[in-house]
């Protein structure tokens, strides 16, 4: 698997692109479009990093998933290297590439039901 151009990359930077047009409001502590490791191999596509020193992460969390269609069922959580943190995942495609999901907290959480209908907060 190689992604060493800018041309092998472009899906992902054209999707990682619709994502900021058609989602505005998504947090993005960090986005990055490259080669990045998923569940179950490598692959073009996006990682979107959260991490509750920089974010309210775990809101932040859910909102992607909203965004993302990522019911509770697709979501991962275990504990992470650094003691007392907790570490969750969650992948889905959107526009035909990977995107994958990383939180880091101190709590683990769940994906509570966005309250009032809305899908992701203010859209």
Avoid at 50 to 57: F, K, Q
Avoid at 82 to 92: P, R
């Amino acid at each position: 698997m190689s992604a060493h151009t800018l041309a092998d990359q472009r899906s992902a930077l054209t999707a990682l692109t619709d994502l900021s047009t058609n989602f505005p409001g998504l947090p993005a502590d960090s986005a990055r479009v490259g080669r990045i490791f998923t569940r179950d191999s490598m692959a073009v596509g996006i990682a979107i990093a959260l991490h509750e020193a920089t974010s309210a992460a775990a809101d932040d969390f859910r909102a992607w998933c909203a965004a993302l269609n990522i019911s509770a069922a697709d979501v991962e959580t275990r504990p992470a290297a650094t003691t007392g943190m907790h570490y969750t995942t969650a992948e889905a495609h959107y526009a035909g590439v990977i995107v994958h999901l990383d939180c880091h907290t101190s709590r683990p959480f769940t994906l509570a039901p966005i309250a009032g209908g809305q899908r992701v907060p203010g859209w």
